[in-house]
Nanobody, 124 residues
Framework: QVHLAESGGGSVQAGGSLRLSCAAS????????MGWFRQAPGKEREGVAT???????RYADSVKGRFTIARDNAKNTVYLQMNSLKPEDSAMYFC??????????????????WGQGTQVTVSS
């Protein structure tokens, strides 16, 4: 069973940056679609960024140009670099994996394995 563990969340002021990490057990990251999602209180979980195993990435319109998803296959880790953070980025952030090499969609319904989440709070 693959486990995903997020880290790197915290509290920052608007305009600041954070880098989230998602460590996977075993050699998994390099061969599967990986994604980052977020969920704010009272809102549905939304896709933030996804990355196919062979490289193509996709971003939600709300984070394009500010967030970057990247993977380090040697460390079996996926990152989400978040710059120019806004208060509306505040949410619980989750790492997820789809049991295929292509993501196809940023809908959470297409992802099979989830981490426990890490909280990001951006103050104005």
């Amino acid at each position: 069973q693959v486990h995903l563990a997020e880290s790197g969340g915290g509290s920052v002021q608007a305009g600041g940056s954070l880098r989230l990490s998602c460590a996977a057990s075993g050699s998994f990251v390099s061969t599967h679609c990986m994604g980052w999602f977020r969920q704010a209180p009272g809102k549905e979980r939304e896709g933030v960024a996804t990355a196919d195993s062979d490289g193509p990435t996709r971003y939600a319109d709300s984070v394009k140009g500010r967030f970057t998803i990247a993977r380090d296959n040697a460390k079996n880790t996926v990152y989400l670099q978040m710059n120019s953070l806004k208060p509306e980025d505040s949410a619980m952030y989750f790492c997820a994996a789809r049991l295929e090499n292509s993501c196809y969609s940023d809908s959470s319904a297409f992802f099979h394995i989830w981490g426990q989440g890490t909280q990001v709070t951006v103050s104005s």
